[in-house]
């Protein structure tokens, strides 16, 4: 079957995750994505680990979770024989995406107004921190700041602790949706009138647009959300909407009716809470008395009985029960790719199912350079002008 | 200015989160965004609030957030004139979208099958919890059900305490992106092609996806992140990525040197930690350590000092002070509109910056059926016909 995204050409600079996100995406639907990488060491990423694991013994996951669908071109981006390369590519792509800090590709001769002398019609986003310029514009920008100033590490947690950031990357993720969002809008665009245009991106207001109804409610009201002394998951919510301890693990009790909670906790005194204002006010309360029930049976006992109910309730699992979730197995949520040094890898499948065009891993993420060869044949350079290249450590 | 999305025509059963604010996205860049509302109390979001606040005393402000862009069109969806108007505005859309429960919209005769042969070119998308069948099918799908079926609730927050879920929704967000992303796609086959299509976006595999760095280390080896005792931000970090007090409030430290942030802080005896594997075994004895000195001054006195040696570091902020801050200002992250009974509402404004075709908020989020007559009339309905539906109770 065909690919939604077959024919685009995607010149890509990105680097670390959320870049890199974005342009697997658009690289799953069937984009040629050519990531074009510092000679050598390649994208920083690929130095990257969590709890010193290595793919294979080698191979990074962080950079491995980001990067299939890809070829990598590697080069010596300061040589004037990387500026033609470059500005060959440049002329026959669609998009063309970076997340350097701002001024780092007009240095290069990189930047839009460069590339569109070459290609009137290419899409070009960028993507920062904190935008292209302003106070922050010197600022590192990296997803735990962006969670720090974003406001959104105050909503998580309780209010004895610290604000508590999420445990995994979000900026960068939501980064990575809001380029294909804006690249995808402006090709519709393109398509119909010809005319390619700039895109910037910013992560911090990714993360702010992410909070939009926390934020409906406090630009308006004035009013600050206040964590709750006990396991209530959001900071506005009344009880028992949260996570509870059970007598083999955890399990959530998201939005449900008390009467009904009452009853299959056989707690008919929770009744007495049962009006909105209380559920808020004395949420704390109302969550500690329903977790003295919950931790009397098992997960498994409580989920069956209360989903029975059509109770809003589930397990928690961890990521290797969610790897034998029978709902996981079903969907097929994980895939597994040939490496050529790792072996067989496992990784996450893609998320979205197209009756027409559906996605597909066609390529394992690329060693630094693996595609050298190839991508330059294409642009036209004989096997004598890419070995003078090598030679010369251009590539 | 022209708009990205102009001429895109939606047809939007959504509801609650996710689905709303795929299609606010869609109105934000100028695409005409028909919501069908259940006639009288409308999308039940109307219904939801935080801190007991109402935008004017009656608006919801979740509601609000995610839905500014769009018209109301307010029908008994069961009523045989219900289906010939939905018919009438199913043949000239671009994009139909809903999130109802498996099978609901094939029941009401609003399936794709049903829609396909009105419009042939049509491009439908089905978000749901869990997707179209398998074992969670009738399962509900929430968001906090959905943080903690995958995996991510257990990747936050302390050891000692239970899995701690995001104080946001997030599996609605992450859906609400793939679904513009799924439909923006589908949109450049169709423009190549002609041809239309399904997509389906299931909110399980969103956050699965969401944690693609986390699952490539767990899925190849069989290790599981444990949480940190200390405020550790990522169970897979070492020190010091964290949020920490200082004596005024709480800032956050990413990815530092040791070294240098030794020489800040004025604790040379830091240094004997600095190495990878140490870093991540003693991991919540170097936080406390560097807890100790921090704690000792203002959030400003520390930001100043460590970005003037280009260190990862950042206030944590609420969101008062978001709205406040110097960056936030600059990128005009914010922005107010007009409502008819609420006055001017404050909102977060659109976070993607286009040079040829911004994107505007020029809706205020509609009454129920606010805009029924006027798309009526659009179909064709004269002022007659339209007070017979009226007076029989369909619109």
């Known amino acids: 079957m065909e690919k939604a995204l077959k024919g685009i050409k995607v010149l890509d600079f990105t680097h670390l995750l959320q870049g890199p996100f974005a342009t697997q995406m658009l690289g799953d639907l069937g984009a040629d994505v050519v990531k074009v990488e510092r000679k050598g060491s390649g994208d920083s990423y690929r130095q990257w680990s969590f709890l010193k694991y290595w793919v294979g013994g080698t191979e990074s996951p962080c950079f491995m979770a980001f990067n299939r669908n890809k070829r990598s071109l590697a080069l010596d981006l300061k040589s004037s024989e990387a500026k033609e390369i470059i500005y060959k590519l440049a002329a026959e792509c669609d998009f063309v995406i970076e997340n350097f800090r701002p001024g780092v590709m007009d240095k290069l001769g990189f930047g839009f107004e460069d590339l569109k002398k070459i290609n009137p019609k290419i899409i070009y986003c960028s993507s920062t921190g904190y935008g292209q310029d302003g106070p922050y514009v010197d600022r590192p920008g990296q997803d735990l700041m962006i969670q720090s100033l974003s406001g959104l590490a105050t909503l998580t947690g309780r209010a004895d602790a610290a604000p508590t950031p999420?445990?995994?990357?979000?900026?960068?993720?939501?980064?990575?949706?809001?380029?294909?969002?804006?690249?995808?809008?402006?090709?519709?665009?393109?398509?119909?009138?010809?005319?390619?245009?700039?895109?910037?991106?910013?992560?911090?207001?990714?993360?702010i647009t992410h909070q939009l109804q926390e934020f409906a409610v406090t630009l308006n009201s004035g009013k600050l959300f206040e964590r709750p002394m006990s396991g209530i998951a959001h900071p506005g919510q009344s009880a028992p909407f949260g996570i509870y301890q059970t007598s083999d693990g955890h399990m959530c009790i998201s939005v449900n009716p008390i009467p009904v909670l009452a009853e299959v906790l056989e707690d008919e005194g929770l009744n007495d809470y049962n009006d909105p204002d209380t559920l808020y006010d004395k949420r704390d309360e109302v969550f500690f008395r329903i977790q003295a029930s919950v931790v009397k049976q098992t997960t498994a006992y409580w989920v069956e009985k209360m989903l029975e109910r059509d109770m809003w309730v589930s397990e928690v699992k961890n990521h290797l029960e969610v790897e034998q979730d029978p709902q996981a197995v079903h969907l097929e949520a994980f895939a597994t790719y040939r490496h050529p040094t790792a072996g067989d890898v496992k990784t996450v499948n893609i998320p979205v199912k197209f009756s027409e065009t559906p996605g597909e891993i066609v390529r394992h993420p690329p060693m630094v350079g693996e595609h050298n060869e190839e991508i330059l044949k294409e642009l036209g350079y004989d096997g004598g002008s890419i070995a003078e290249m090598q030679g010369k450590g251009v590539i």
Do not use: H, W
């Open 166 to 207: 999420l445990g995994t990357g979000i900026a960068d993720q939501l980064g990575a949706y809001n380029i294909v969002y804006g690249l995808l809008s402006a090709l519709y665009y393109r398509e119909r009138t010809g005319k390619g245009q700039k895109i910037e991106i910013n992560l911090f207001q990714c993360l």
